[in-house]
């Protein structure tokens, strides 16, 4: 990367991503231990996105306002007090208030990817847009890992919260304070001086109205679709592992991971191949076209074998969309509109993982297996 702040923002999403990823495998072991029933699991489970979905515009428009930096450095140390808080959570509520205090302060990459689009030509911007994706994937990868192994460090030390099945949120939490520490030296704000400051308006009315703005409406809804296909089967992909194929959870999250590994590789490697060739437009539709096929491949309950190839294309389509729509986003926007509708598109995706995984589990539940991956295949038609 010929642009040093390139890697810095990079590095400053993915370890955030770590820390937040750390924390995924605890929700619902810990909300078991404090007697919570699914129906409050899944609550706590939302509840992140829940509150991505209502302050994501507002971050997003604060960082057009006020500069990218003073954006993703709130959003750092919020992340580091919640992350932290859940930890040292005696019950139920305190986790799901400290999960809700992490998705308030979850604009980071609506601001990441501003920034991105800042410090990029229009002709790098979808590539530049791919590192996010690669810090999604890496993030992902490493950070469930981790908070595993911690977790197991936890199970011995046997002592009082945090110093027990909690202690990978408190790492978590000292991870994103020094990822808040090392931002605050080494990233650099990059709006330019003088950028008009923007009319301020109610985060709902932002929505409406980038959905109401022609080209950009449709890439925001196509966000909210692809999103929700995703987060549609990811339930439901464990429990067709766990009925068909009789794994265990340790078994499938290494699935999970295979698929976060073929993202970053797409994201973070073959994208920039492929952009300056074929363009936004046509990876956007190869990508959905290959997320298409694999949901239909899943839904047929094939062999092992089909599963697999299923899941390499969804890796790979899922990793050639993300970038492609935000990209267009981003190019299709006005110098001073691109955080806000970047922040739309974020709150969208959020909205598409509340809806998304009480609606594939209750299709799995009341229609079969094959269902909810059906339904996802016709969200990509």
Not at 105 to 117: E, K, L, R
Request: with cysteine; aromatic share 12%.
């Amino acid at each position: 990367m010929k642009d040093k702040r390139l890697i810095i923002i990079f590095m400053t999403v993915f370890i955030d991503l770590v820390g937040f990823g750390i924390i995924i495998p605890m929700n619902p072991y810990l909300a078991g231990q404090f007697g919570a029933t699914p129906l409050q699991v899944g609550l706590l489970m939302s509840v992140y996105s829940l509150m991505q979905f209502i302050f994501a515009p507002v971050w997003g428009q604060l960082s057009d306002r006020y500069g990218r930096r003073p954006v993703i450095l709130t959003s750092l140390l919020g992340a580091a007090i919640a992350h932290t808080g859940f930890s040292f959570a005696s019950g139920f509520y305190g986790l799901v208030l400290a999960r809700g205090f992490a998705g308030l302060f979850g604009g980071n990459i609506s601001a990441a990817m501003a920034y991105i689009a800042d410090i990029t030509e229009e002709k790098d911007r979808s590539k530049g847009m791919g590192l996010i994706g690669a810090a999604f994937g890496l993030g992902f990868i490493c950070g469930p890992a981790l908070g595993g192994v911690l977790g197991e460090a936890g199970k011995h030390m046997g002592g009082q919260a945090p110093f027990n099945e909690s202690f990978p949120a408190l790492v978590a939490g000292v991870i994103c304070f020094l990822n808040f520490i090392s931002a605050l030296k080494f990233l650099p704000e990059s709006r330019k001086a003088g950028a008009p400051a923007l009319k301020r308006g109610f985060r709902f009315t932002k929505i409406f109205e980038a959905l109401g703005t022609p080209v950009i409406g449709g890439l925001v809804l196509l966000v909210f679709l692809s999103a929700f296909a995703m987060s549609h089967i990811e339930a439901s992909l464990f429990l067709l592992v766990q009925e068909k194929y009789g794994w265990s959870q340790a078994r499938a999250s290494f699935g999970f991971a295979y698929i976060g590994v073929i993202m970053v590789f797409t994201q973070g490697y073959l994208i920039r191949k492929l952009m300056p060739v074929q363009g936004e437009k046509r990876l956007l539709f190869a990508g959905l076209a290959l997320s298409f096929v694999a949901y239909g491949l899943i839904a047929i309950n094939g062999p092992l074998g089909v599963l697999a190839l299923a899941v390499t294309l969804l890796g790979m389509g899922t990793g050639l969309v993300n970038p492609s729509l935000n990209g267009s986003i981003s190019l299709m926007s006005g110098e001073h509109e691109q955080g806000g509708h970047l922040g739309v598109s974020q709150s969208l995706s959020s909205l598409a993982r509340i809806l998304g995984p009480p609606s594939g589990g209750a299709l799995f539940q009341y229609y079969g297996s094959w269902s909810p991956f059906a339904a996802a295949a016709m969200l990509c038609s």
